[in-house]
Nanobody, 112 residues
């Protein structure tokens, strides 16, 4: 069973950047889809981005399109979320997911 550990969150000013990492232990099957979600205080968890592990095909939520980039490094069994031009509304706990496995989340706080 895959286990996921997120890292890279923190406090950043609006307009700044952060890169989140999602390290997976265990085998990720070639056609797996790895997703990033986020949950802001008082709100439901929402989809952010996803990547096909084998093809590298990506999709993004409209709210982050053009600002966030999801990528993967198969040699490190890690998925990244590069977040640029951050806005206060990006403040949330960010989670990665594959199949039924979820990480513990990493907090991103964007100050105005």
């Amino acid at each position: 069973q895959v286990q996921l550990v997120e890292s890279g969150g923190g406090l950043v000013q609006a307009g700044g950047s952060l890169r989140l990492s999602c390290a997976a232990s265990g085998r990720i099957f070639s056609n797996s889809i790895i997703r990033w979600f986020r949950q802001a205080p008082g709100k439901e968890r929402e989809f952010v981005a996803r990547i096909n592990w084998s093809s590298g095909y990506t999709e993004y939520a409209d709210a982050v399109k053009g600002r966030f980039t999801i990528s993967r490094d198969s040699t490190k069994n890690t998925v990244y979320l590069q977040m640029n031009s951050l806005k206060p509304e990006d403040t949330a706990v960010y989670y990665c997911n594959v199949l039924v496995a979820w990480g513990q989340g990493t907090l991103v706080t964007v100050s105005s």
